[in-house]
């Protein structure tokens, strides 16, 4: 197994954080299981000073950030040891996950919907800043309802347009802006947050939308009236730039 690296050393985009870590794992087997999802660099687990235990948490370092995304998406809430791992990233880019509101609820979901489901179905309509959170009870069950965040309101009006009252396995989700946190019953995507998301976009704050059009090539202008373009030389001509040996004729005779 890949021995530890110092954390300065650690490609934090390129990491996941592992929590809720049994005592009975080592980093060995977090190494063989997180290897499942891609190659890994190095497995961490900090250990307790005095009896050198581990703490319940540890970092994983895959080879590349998408493995670590793949990671995030695929092993959290993975059982170990009969606990449920949790592993998201950790990255510091603190930049690239800013939340500027687009965030959706989606309700009545099929008992069979994850978040996996839900990242494979959300995703294709833009870029996720954040794993799906998929509201779950003691026993780990869904409750029928989840969040997803966008990093762009492009993003997530497209996916409320195109997902609302869509079949998701058996069952047809809701799909609407999710209510803000202050408990004002406000929901986001209001035009105060779209302001804000459009000026922080314009100081280079959020995520580009990869779904974005292009912009169009700029046209040539060109003058009014453009130089004539002159005619071809006739047959056999040699100019005086192009023909090396050009001797002048010599002035006609003085009479």
Known sequence: ?????????????????????????????IYELMLQAGPVVAVHLPKDRVNQTHQGYGFCEFRSEKDADYASLIMNYIRLYGKPLRVNKASLDKQKNLDIGADLFVGNLDPMVD?????????????????PKLARDEKMASKGYGFVSFDSFEASDRALEAMNNQYLMNKPCQVDYAF??????????????RLLATQAKKNNYSVADPLAKPSPAPSLQFSASPTPIPPPPPSGFQSKQTNPKYVPPPPPPIR
């Open 1 to 29: 197994m890949s021995k530890p690296i110092k954390e300065t050393e650690r490609n934090q985009d390129a990491t996941v954080y592992i929590g809720n870590i049994d005592e009975e794992a080592d980093e060995e087997i």
């Open 115 to 131: 978040e996996k489901v839900l990242y494979n179905t959300f995703s294709t309509f833009g870029t996720l800043i954040s794993q």
């Open 180 to 193: 803000k946190k202050d408990g004002k019953g406000e929901r986001h995507g209001d035009e105060a947050e």
